[in-house]
């Protein structure tokens, strides 16, 4: 059998630009059995034209599940009840995480801030200036002029 679920949309989406929007689909939290899911994009999506971004649906999440979505040639309509995505469930392999009380909605954190750091393509990019803080540290605050480039998974300063 299929190791996924399709879900569809609950209801009619205008995408006007290309940001990324949350879709609500007609798929709740929590999932049965104590299980997660990966969220991921139904294959005949992006030959549309629309991009579902991958997703985590935690085992203890409550409330209804969203995709985001994004288009690089806007306008897309999202008809209601469209598959445009799939829940592919898993047994998290977590030991002793903490419990943490969670609010429905999703996109959130339980974790410690973190930052995030966009930046516009101009004609200066990637040259920029950045000014490191810290309260621990001294100096306090060490700015950098030079060029960067960050990644998925790593930062690299030059």
């Given at each position: 059998g299929s190791v996924r679920v399709d879900v569809t949309t609950a209801m009619s989406v205008a995408i006007k630009d290309n940001k990324?929007?949350?879709v609500p689909l007609e798929a709740f939290g929590p999932l049965r059995h104590g299980l997660s899911a990966l969220l991921l994009r139904r294959s005949s999506v992006t030959l549309q034209g629309l991009f579902v971004l991958p997703g985590i649906i935690d085992a203890?999440?409550?409330?209804?599940?969203?995709a985001m979505v994004?288009?690089?040639s806007?306008?897309?309509t999202?008809?209601?009840q469209s598959h445009i995505a799939q829940l592919v469930p898993f047994v998290a392999q977590v030991h002793n995480a903490?419990?943490?009380e969670r609010e429905t909605g999703g996109f959130g954190s339980t974790g410690e801030a973190q930052v995030f750091w966009t930046q516009a393509v101009t004609d200066s990019?990637?040259?920029m200036t950045c000014t490191l803080l810290s309260s621990h540290e001294s100096p306090h605050a060490i700015t950098i002029i030079g060029m960067f480039d960050t990644g998925?998974?790593?930062?690299?300063i030059s």
């Open positions: 990324v929007h949350k203890d999440f409550t409330g209804q599940i969203a994004w288009t690089p806007p306008p897309v999202i008809p209601a903490d419990q943490v990019r990637p040259n998925a998974d790593v930062t690299i």
